[in-house]
């Protein structure tokens, strides 16, 4: 074994190892470099980024940019009700992946195949935006809550990955014992299996809270009463469409400092990506983890 | 079946009765929000008024696909549909391999853990906030590229946004940007899980670390990235709605306007909206994708025996 290891690296091969990690170092300053800018943009005078002075930390610190992002009565709304759709959407979401995915994972439940397949099918073809738009219509679901948690419920290719999960990280040996001891299915689900997974319901969950966070399209289509829309509707109306609300501007007693919404966005743009990062160092294991278990089938 | 499995079976399923009933809300759900919204696809060959509703609308046969067909932006819709799926596919296809055999080929340690870590970074952004980045950081006044643009040449450049050459690049290399360190995930376990004795067995028969990319590393990873193909060609007609909506303004919509937001547009933009125009084509462009993914996946199956079916 040592021996083998110590085959020594041609001279070629180190000019190769050497190309690879010039590479790799470029890709990574680039993936980087805009979120600095951002950042460092976020936290200069307004002067400074339009005169094109930051390059990649701030020349002139100022904190005007967060000042105007936390008077915007939106952001705070907006803040609000995605917590609150994050929250109970990823605590339903979990659920219903659970109830579905465990009884799946059963090779002896009769009609497994068959109701696996009825739910695998939907991953490939579908309504459609108009269909589902109608369905949400009809079940008095536009404009409400609900809109928000109830179509995307399942995620069909979560429930893949945890009934991966419990197929192959789950001993069969558990089950009969528990059956001879007179458990029944649910009790065996809440009692020993869910404890034994707390690995892969930490993937899903954290899946879904990123997920609900980013969220925009549900909310876009089904919502247009202002108090429910989650930040990311809001997002786009300031940075996309830039539609700079009229408070942010007349505040003050002096004009605002010209290019202002240029360091509102910026800031901005920090403000709503800022908790997914935080979280991002804990969770990056168990992510990469979810990625492996959902490649073992498919 | 004779009789006594048909007996045994029964009374399988009444023991499993828990196991149902925990299926039951899943089910429910499925019918009621994939299923129906399917059964809603019938307004297509219906003209669709909020009166009759999806079952009492009239049938028209195919009249809203001959209308579609016809329609004076179909070409254009296909051309735009295809030219980003296609591009974003091949870019977002080959960078993720390129990114994860390099990786493989450092030995495990802080640089190869920083890069992982600092790759993986954009894929938790939301579409909202990339499509923002890119608006801001390609901004001529207040923008990296202006600034960049100004250091070199003294003047600030035009608007970016609003050439319509620039979109279909835009849009792929912003998905790059984001996606290529996470989508090379699956590739790097894959690696990880390769053979070393074949690796080792190749060093002492002299071939160089470059040599054992194209004849170890490459063939390890090939089931992975055909499934991914697979998975890829189901999505050829379907450009994600939501980013190109985002990035699209007045000035790029020669280029931007994808089959998808025309069907948002004919049904929530149009004085007169037309829901089973736009059923309609949002239905060609998934059974297209249906029939795409089929093909390959029996392609595939042919000839290396990857398939996911």
């Known amino acids: ?298 | 079946m004779h009789k006594m499995s048909k007996k045994k079976l029964w009374k399988k399923i009444a023991q499993s009765w828990q196991l149902y009933l925990l299926l039951l809300v899943p089910i429910v759900w499925l019918v009621t929000f994939e299923y129906v919204p399917m059964a809603g696809l019938q307004i297509a060959f219906k003209d669709f008024s909020n009166k009759g509703g999806i079952w009492g609308s009239p049938w028209v046969g195919l009249e809203k696909f001959k209308k579609f067909f016809s329609d004076r932006q179909f070409s254009r819709l296909m051309i735009n549909t295809l030219r980003i799926s296609i591009y974003s596919m091949a870019v977002g296809f080959i960078v993720p391999i390129i990114m994860a055999l390099s990786l493989n080929i450092l030995k495990d340690g802080v640089f190869k853990k920083t890069v992982q870590t600092l790759t993986y970074i954009p894929h938790f952004l939301s579409v909202v906030v990339l499509v923002g980045m890119v608006m801001q950081l390609f901004n001529p006044v207040a923008g990296l590229y202006g600034t960049i643009y100004q250091l070199i040449t003294g003047t600030r450049p035009s608007d970016i946004m609003g050439i319509p050459e620039a979109f279909p690049h835009l849009y792929v290399w912003s998905g790059i940007w984001q996606n290529a360190g996470w989508g090379s995930i699956i590739y790097v376990a894959a690696l990880a899980n390769s053979d070393q004795q074949l690796h080792e067995a190749a060093q002492i028969d002299g071939a160089t670390r470059l040599q054992r990319v194209w004849h170890i590393d490459i063939p390890t990873i090939l089931p992975t990235a055909v499934i991914m193909l697979i998975m890829d060609a189901g999505k050829v007609m379907s450009v994600g709605f939501e980013k190109v909506f985002l990035f699209q303004n007045d000035l790029n919509i020669s280029y931007s306007e994808v089959l998808s937001t025309y069907v948002y547009k004919k049904s929530f933009a149009a004085t007169i909206p037309d829901f089973s125009f736009s059923t309609a084509a949002g239905m060609f462009n998934s059974v297209i994708n249906l029939i795409l993914i089929t093909i390959v996946n029996q392609i595939s199956r042919k000839v290396s025996e990857t398939s996911l079916w």
């Not at chain 1, 020349?59 to 000042?67: I, K, M, P």
């Open chain 1, 1 to 298: 074994m040592q021996k083998s290891k110590k085959v020594r690296s041609s001279s070629s091969d180190r000019v190769f190892y050497g190309i690879i990690v010039v590479f790799l170092t470029l890709v990574s300053l680039c993936v980087l470099y805009p979120i600095i800018y951002v950042v460092s943009c976020s936290f200069s005078t307004p002067r400074s980024v339009l005169s094109g002075d930051v390059i990649l930390f701030p020349t002139e610190f100022s904190l005007a940019g967060y000042q105007g992002v936390f008077k915007y009565k939106n952001v705070w709304i907006g803040f609000r009700n995605s917590i609150f759709y994050t929250v109970v959407g990823t605590v339903l979401n979990v659920i219903a992946t659970i109830m579905t995915a465990y009884p799946l994972s059963r090779g002896d439940l009769p009609g497994r195949s068959v109701i696996t397949k009825i739910f695998s099918f939907t991953m490939i073809f579908g309504g459609g935006m108009i269909p589902g738009y109608l369905l949400l219509k009809n079940l008095h679901m536009l404009n409400t809550v609900w809109s928000q948690f109830i179509p995307g419920l399942i995620v069909v290719y979560h429930v893949i990955i945890m009934r991966t999960f419990f197929q192959s990280s789950i001993p069969g040996e558990l089950l009969e014992a528990s059956k001879i001891d007179g458990c029944s299915d649910i009790n065996y689900l809440t009692k020993v299996v869910l404890p034994l997974s707390k690995s892969i319901i930490a993937v899903i969950t954290l899946y879904r809270i990123v997920g609900h966070w980013n969220a925009y399209f549900n909310a876009f289509m089904y919502l247009s009463n202002r108090d429910l829309y989650p930040l990311q509707v809001f997002l786009r109306e300031i940075l996309i469409a830039s539609q700079v609300d009229a408070d942010l501007l007349t505040t003050g007693e002096n004009a605002p400092p010209i290019g202002l919404e240029h360091v509102v966005k910026y800031s901005l743009i920090v403000v709503a990506t800022v908790p997914m990062l935080v979280i991002y160092p804990f969770v990056q294991k168990h992510f990469v983890k979810g990625v492996m278990v959902g490649a073992i089938k498919g």
